[in-house]
Every structure is written in structure tokens, then in C-alpha cells.
């Protein structure tokens, strides 16, 4: 998703805090909304949401970071999410990850494509251990996964 | 439709009536049940559950047959799973293109698709009853997941749901409930292990007018889903066990805690909430017994450490996931400061079932300290993986074997993983051991939140703990040194081995990290830590030699300690490996292989430049094993 311009991001995390009722204890949830509005949490976003809840910026950075929901990054517009749990990585999920970055030609730790249509990032436990190892594209979740089945499942996005 | 739509359910009476009448209304219409949670999801059953209801309509039969969308059935490995009901018929790997026959065949005739049916040795076996990974179960907790529509407070009340609720509010005081939940022997099942009926008693005993009950929700344990599927299939499940408890304790306020990575289960939540609202069940004056209670969804933002108690309530606060040390405990002072009962997914869910059929009978299964059942995620190198809910007591080898089926391609059995990144791995000596909260922590274990992640020949117990250390490293808080530090330096140290620059008095080092580590870190977290390097060192110290001595992995999965070849007898000469070797560290000619050449010269076919064989050069292979995935004549060997 691309990289959203001021005005968007301000207006954007104005509507999410008035919708939880400027609490201090929404901040979380806040964050969480404009992450999933935008793909990522905007720097306009992140000093809006400061001044309106009156949380000073770094405890708001603070909690953004702490937490892997977010990212700070603009990502792609597909998010690659590889399940690292562990029944996932006693069937092979370090190998899916490895067939990802090089079907999608991502080197030296970059985790998003060129053109912005991928994003790759490891992530926790997904809870669909029965069927490891597990990817999701977005809202579609990928199991059973071998690394020569990567490439046409990629396709289907492209 | 729904027949409970917006009148309140006033009366123990009114809940009866109505879960009468719906009964009363499925009357024996034959069901097709498609399970709809997220692993049959994968597998395509959205899919599969329209085409049935396509084809229902088709064959004019909407009216005699219902298809129902169920959560989680347990089979993971075999979804898509539709089950036809009453009579138990089992399907499985059912695709769209199966819908019509089944409808025509099994519904309308009661005639069996044979390929769709599952079978142990080539024998087919027709119900769900029968087949070992469901024979050998006792699902309490799990009880109503293939049954009904999570989606639907009627479908909960026809199954009796809110029935216990209604004794609690109606025949019971709060200090009644609370001995009865001790009576039961019920201990938590998130991982502690703490006597339920002990909490809800300190809580219920802390002063104060305000005061919180929370679900747990977060199942950070990689390799456990017991907890989504509860909530995904049974929400109403949970809501009922959490205003009993509410009841008992003498709390207005509840609130669920959500993993970030859950979404389906806060929507199905949030929609069994939504409903309790509209028929009076949360609110003011529950069922007429005065009782006022209501609950909210908080979600996580993605921290494991946030399964921690006090990290949790920081969490719903809006604040960092940071524990703090527990010398008042959060039943005294929890959210908000409040007295707060917190509770997993599973202990809630077993509430409703407790009060229904009484704690003797809860306290007659399982084992002298370990009552009920539990549920497990049985994952890894196990052929039927899914969710499976035993009695306690029950051995290892029952689990593995009798209901998972034995090891992935007949593989030997190397060890079982339990208890998350807190608990350890147990070799085969102990396959007949009970399992109970104390029994897995007697060989190094513990019982966790339920994830058994079952490994084989094929897995190194050295890699394993890495895995667990590198897990733990990104997932501490940083709050106190011990964890923040001391899991990093585990980490390093095990990398280290597993790229053969181990050396012997790492082992040493290791142990007094891990000792340090677990007598001085601030929360649960860190102190458990060391687990899974403890447990793997006491058991396959071999291994772990293997690595540092001999710079060999037995088990073949440390890249930097095992060789790619190229089999040249195999090789066809495409130049794929080359082509992908990210050093180019691979060469050869591309062309026919030489022995296909000679093959085609004998029969006369001269055309084609004939290939040499592809080799790696040793000096500057980098291990990444990129080779061995795209070759496609498997002519790669690793050694």
C-alpha cells in the first residue's frame, strides 16, 4: 500500500480516536484501526493520535514498537505472513521463507519488493498448527505448504 | 431464522420453553455439518459448504436437509470434514464437486461415497464415532463443536446452553458456586495449573465494590490453536462460564483478551456478545436474579508476554505488555488496580459443563491431582494432526500413536514438545507416561497450554532449543535483566554451536546462564526460559556434542554442518541448481545426461549436446540449501 500524504493520515486518525471516545486506554485499538486503514502507521497519524489523546510521543512510539501488529514502514500491497510457530518450523517453515525471498528476488534483508507489491515478514504462531507450515496472503491463509508450490501460489497475487 | 429474535429471556422457565421449541423445530431434519474453522478454511471448505447449499437448493431439498457452517472438528489434516448427521457419517477431503452426490447419495438414499470415507489399513470406517483419533477422546470442552452454528445464540440454547447459568443465578449463592468449582478440582488450563476454585475464593474475598473478570485469550504458545477453536466454534461457551464466575466472585465488568492474530475469533465474539445483550443474558438483572454484568473485547497487539497476567491487564490498559512482579497478586489488584479472577479460554469453557453434571462427576476423570480432561494441539511429524481432548492421565503413547496415527512416514519417534517455549521436550523412554500437570513436570516439562509438537529422527534437538531461544530473545519485554540478557547470550551460544564454532565449555556456560536466568528473571516468561535448553541438554547431550566435537548434525538440519552433493548418476543436466545457487558455486555443462546419451546413440537418436554432470565446489558452498529445493530430479544429497 502506499505511502499516505499528510492531510489523509491526520484526518484518518482523528476519525478513529473520536470513534473510541478520546480514552486514553484505547490507544492500542486506536493504532490498531489506522494500521489497518492505511497498512502502516503513518508519522502524521502517530503525533495526531499523541496530541489527541495526550500521550507524549514516545510512549505512543513506545507502544508501537513494542508490539509486532505494527509497522512504521509503509508495506506492500500484499503482506506474506510466514508462520514461525513451532510446528511450522519442525515441517519446514524456515525453507518457505528462503522460497519466498528468492521467487521474489529480496536481498540483504529487504522485506518489501520494489514495485511495493510484496511485503514478507515472519510472524508468530498463527494457530493453524494442524496444517504446517502456514502463510498468509492477506486474509488468505496457505497450509500444507511446499517450497515448489510457492511460486504458484504467489501467481494468484501478481 | 432465528426464533429468538428481540424479546428478553426473562425466566429460567422462558430459557426452556424456547430451547424446547428449537429443538422441537430441527425436529430429525438430517444435518450436514462443514466445518468452517480456520484450518478446514485453508483447505477450501467455504467452498465446500456453498456448493452444498447450491446444491441443496437445486435439488428443491433446502427445506429437508440443513447445512450447517460448524467451527473447528478437531481433524485438521483431513479437512475439508462434513459430517452428516444424526446417523455420524464421516467424509473427508470433501471438494465443491462432491456436493451434489453427497446431497443425492448419502442424504437421499443413505447410499456411502466410498473415496470420501476415511480408512485406517485400507478399511474403511463410515462414522465419526468410530474412527480412533475421535473413539478415544472425551470432549468436554469441545463438546458442542461440530454441533451447531457459532454464529447463533438459538442454535447454543437448543443445546442446552445458559441452563447452568440459569441454576447458578436461580439455586445457588455465589460462595455455593465457588465450593463447587472447588470441589471439582478444576485447575487452570492456560499453563499454570492453579487451583480455579482457589482464585475465584481470593478474589471474591478481596476488598473492594468493583471488580474485573478477564478470559485469556491470547494462546501465544507457537503451536497451540486449542483456544481460537473454543472461541471460534463455542463463543457462547465461554460468555456463559464467564458470568458464572462473574456471579460468583461479585463482578460487574468482564473482558476478553484477543490475540492481534485471531481475527475471526473477536468477530465471532463479538457477535455472540451482541446477542446475550439482545436476549437480557449480559446486562442488568440477568434472568430476574438481580445480577448485573457485562463484557468487552480488548485485542492484543501481537507480544506473547501479553499472556501474562499483569501484562495483559497493562495490555487492555493501553499500555506496553510489561509485567510486573507479583507480591500483591492481581486478584487483590489487577486491571485498573481492581481485584481481577483472570482465566483461560478452556477453564471457562469447562464451567457451564462443571455445573451442569456436578463436580463429583468432574473429580471421576482424570487422574488424584489432575481433574477432567485437557485439550491438546497434537502437531508436527504426527499423521492425523488436529485438536485432540483427553482424560488426564491418559499415556503419551495413547495420544501419539493410538490417536494421532504414529509418527509421518513411519519415522522414528525422537521426542515430544510440551509446554511452549516454557516446557521441554521428552525422548521416547517416557511414551508411557500419564499425562498430568505434575507427571510432565516431574521429566522436565510441563503441561502448558496444551501444544505437543511431536518430532522424528529428522529433527535436531540442538536446532529445536535454538528455535525456542531466538522465539524468547524477540519476545522478552527488556524489563529486567536476567531475560533480556541472558536468553540473548543463550542464543548466541546455541547459533553458535549449530554453525559449528561450538566449544566444549559452552556447555557449562550454557548451564549457568540458564540457572541465573530462571532464579532471577522478573515474570514466568523469563524464568521458564531456560526450559527447552535445559530439557534438550539433559536428554540429547549426544547431540549437542555431535555439534561441537564432530561439527555434525545426526538429525541433518544445521546447514553449516551438513554437505550438499550432487548425485552425478541422478543429475539431468538442467543447470537449474546453477542458475539459483545465489554464489554460483556450481558448475557443470547443460545437455542431455550422459547416461540418457548413450541410452539415445544405442537407438539411434544422435541429436542433442550432451551434458556433464553439475558439482559444487565445497570451498565455496554457503549451505543454504537452495539447490536441494529446486532440483527436479532430487539429485541433490545432503549429508
Known amino acids: ?158 | 431464522m432465528a426464533i429468538a429474535t428481540s424479546p428478553r429471556i426473562e425466566s429460567r422457565q422462558a430459557l426452556r420453553e424456547l430451547a424446547d421449541a428449537l429443538k422441537c423445530r430441527a425436529g430429525s431434519k438430517p444435518v450436514v455439518s462443514v466445518c468452517r474453522g480456520t484450518g478446514c478454511t485453508a483447505s477450501g471448505s467455504g467452498r465446500t459448504y456453498e456448493a452444498l447449499r447450491q446444491a441443496a437448493a437445486e435439488l428443491g431439498m433446502h427445506e429437508q436437509v440443513e447445512i450447517l457452517g460448524t467451527g473447528c472438528h478437531g481433524l485438521c489434516e483431513l479437512g475439508p470434514l462434513v459430517v452428516i448427521r444424526p446417523r455420524g457419517v464421516f467424509y473427508h477431503r470433501v471438494k465443491p464437486e462432491d456436493a451434489r452426490e453427497i446431497l443425492d447419495k448419502t442424504v437421499g438414499s443413505g447410499e456411502l461415497i466410498e473415496r470420501l470415507l476415511y480408512k485406517v489399513d485400507g478399511d474403511a470406517i463410515v462414522h465419526e464415532h468410530d474412527i480412533p483419533f475421535y473413539k478415544k477422546q472425551m470432549r468436554i470442552a469441545l463438546r458442542l463443536n461440530g454441533l451447531m452454528d457459532p454464529m447463533s445464540i438459538d442454535d447454543y440454547v437448543r443445546e442446552g446452553g445458559y441452563q447452568s447459568l440459569a441454576k447458578v443465578l436461580l439455586d445457588y449463592a455465589p460462595e455455593q458456586v465457588i465450593q463447587e468449582i472447588s470441589a471439582s478440582g478444576l485447575r487452570g488450563r492456560g499453563g499454570g495449573g492453579f487451583p480455579t476454585g482457589r482464585k475465584w475464593a481470593s478474589c471474591r474475598k478481596a476488598h473492594g465494590d468493583v471488580k474485573y473478570v478477564l478470559c485469556n485469550g491470547d494462546e501465544g504458545d507457537p503451536g497451540a490453536f486449542m483456544d481460537r477453536s473454543i472461541m471460534e466454534a463455542n463463543p457462547h461457551g465461554v460468555l456463559e462460564g464467564m458470568i458464572i464466575g462473574s456471579y460468583a466472585i461479585g463482578a460487574g465488568h468482564g473482558v476478553i483478551y484477543v490475540r492481534h492474530e485471531y481475527p475471526l475469533a473477536v468477530r465471532t465474539l463479538r457477535r455472540a456478545i451482541e446477542q446475550a445483550r439482545e436476549v437480557g443474558l449480559l446486562g442488568e438483572d440477568i434472568l430476574g436474579s438481580g445480577h448485573c454484568f457485562d463484557i468487552a473485547i480488548a485485542r492484543g497487539g501481537g507480544a506473547f508476554v501479553c499472556g501474562e497476567s499483569t501484562a495483559l491487564m497493562a495490555s487492555v490498559e493501553g499500555r506496553v505488555g510489561e509485567p510486573r512482579a507479583k507480591h500483591i497478586h492481581t486478584v487483590e489488584s489487577g486491571l485498573w488496580g481492581k481485584p481481577s479472577c483472570l482465566n483461560n479460554v478452556e477453564t471457562w469453557a469447562n464451567i457451564p459443563v462443571i455445573i451442569e453434571r456436578g463436580a463429583d462427576w468432574f473429580a471421576s476423570i482424570g487422574t488424584e491431582k489432575s481433574k477432567g480432561t485437557k485439550v491438546f494441539s497434537l502437531v508436527g511429524k504426527v499423521k492425523n494432526t488436529g485438536l485432540v481432548e483427553v482424560p488426564m492421565g491418559i499415556t503419551l503413547r495413547e495420544i501419539i500413536y493410538g490417536i494421532g496415527g504414529g509418527i509421518l512416514g513411519d519415522k522414528a519417534f525422537k521426542a515430544v514438545q510440551t509446554g511452549g517455549p516454557s516446557g521441554g521436550c521428552i525422548p521416547a523412554q517416557y511414551l508411557d507416561m500419564p499425562v498430568d500437570f505434575d507427571e510432565l513436570t516431574k521429566v522436565g516439562s510441563m503441561m502448558g497450554s496444551g501444544g505437543m509438537i511431536v518430532m522424528d529422527e529428522d529433527s535436531c534437538m540442538v536446532d529445536v532449543a535454538r528455535y525456542f531461544l531466538d522465539f524468547l530473545r524477540g519476545e522478552s519485554c527488556g524489563k529486567c535483566t536476567p531475560c533480556r540478557e541472558g536468553n540473548q547470550r543463550m542464543y548466541e551460544i546455541l547459533d553458535r554451536i549449530c554453525e559449528g564454532r561450538g566449544a566444549e565449555d559452552d556447555l557449562q556456560l550454557l548451564a549457568d546462564i540458564a540457572d541465573t536466568v530462571r532464579t532471577t528473571s522478573l515474570c514466568q516468561l523469563g524464568k521458564t526460559a531456560p526450559n527447552p535448553v535445559l530439557s534438550t541438554l539433559g536428554y540429547f547431550r549426544d547431540e549437542y556434542l555431535a555439534h561441537i566435537r564432530d561439527k555434525r548434525c545426526p538429525a541433518g538440519v544445521c546447514r553449516a554442518l551438513i554437505r550438499f552433493t550432487i548425485a552425478p548418476d541422478v543429475c539431468t543436466c538442467c543447470g537449474r541448481c546453477a542458475r539459483e545457487c545465489p554464489v554460483q558455486c556450481i558448475a557443470g555443462k547443460t545437455g542431455k545426461a550422459p547416461a540418457k546419451a548413450r541410452k539415445d546413440a544405442r537407438t539411434g537418436k544422435k541429436k542433442g549436446r550432451v551434458g556433464e554432470p553439475f558439482r559444487i565446489d565445497q570451498d565455496r558452498c554457503v549451505k543454504c540449501g537452495t539447490c536441494l529445493d529446486v532440483c527436479p530430479a532430487g539429485a541433490v544429497r545432503r549429508a
Open chain 1, 1 to 158: 500500500m502506499p505511502v499516505v500524504e499528510e492531510d489523509r493520515a491526520v484526518q484518518g486518525a482523528d476519525a478513529v480516536v473520536d470513534g473510541y471516545g478520546v480514552r486514553r486506554d484505547s490507544l492500542i485499538h486506536v493504532l490498531q484501526d489506522v494500521q489497518q486503514e492505511f497498512g502502516y502507521l503513518p508519522r502524521a497519524s502517530v503525533r495526531r493520535v499523541s496530541e489527541r489523546l495526550r500521550v507524549p510521543l514516545a510512549e505512543v512510539l513506545r507502544v508501537a514498537t513494542f508490539y509486532s501488529a505494527f509497522s512504521l514502514e509503509p508495506q506492500g500491497e500484499h503482506l506474506i505472513c510466514v508462520c514461525m510457530g513451532t510446528a511450522c518450523h519442525v515441517r519446514g517453515a524456515p525453507r518457505i521463507v528462503s522460497a519466498i525471498r528468492r521467487h521474489l528476488r529480496l536481498k540483504d534483508g529487504r522485506r518489501t519488493t520494489e514495485d511495493m507489491k510484496f511485503t514478507v515478514k515472519a510472524v508468530r504462531c498463527l494457530g493453524c498448527c494442524a496444517l504446517a507450515p502456514v502463510i498468509t496472503i492477506g486474509q488468505d491463509v496457505h497450509g500444507q505448504l511446499t517450497p515448489d508450490r510457492i511460486a504458484r501460489v504467489l501467481r494468484n497475487y501478481e
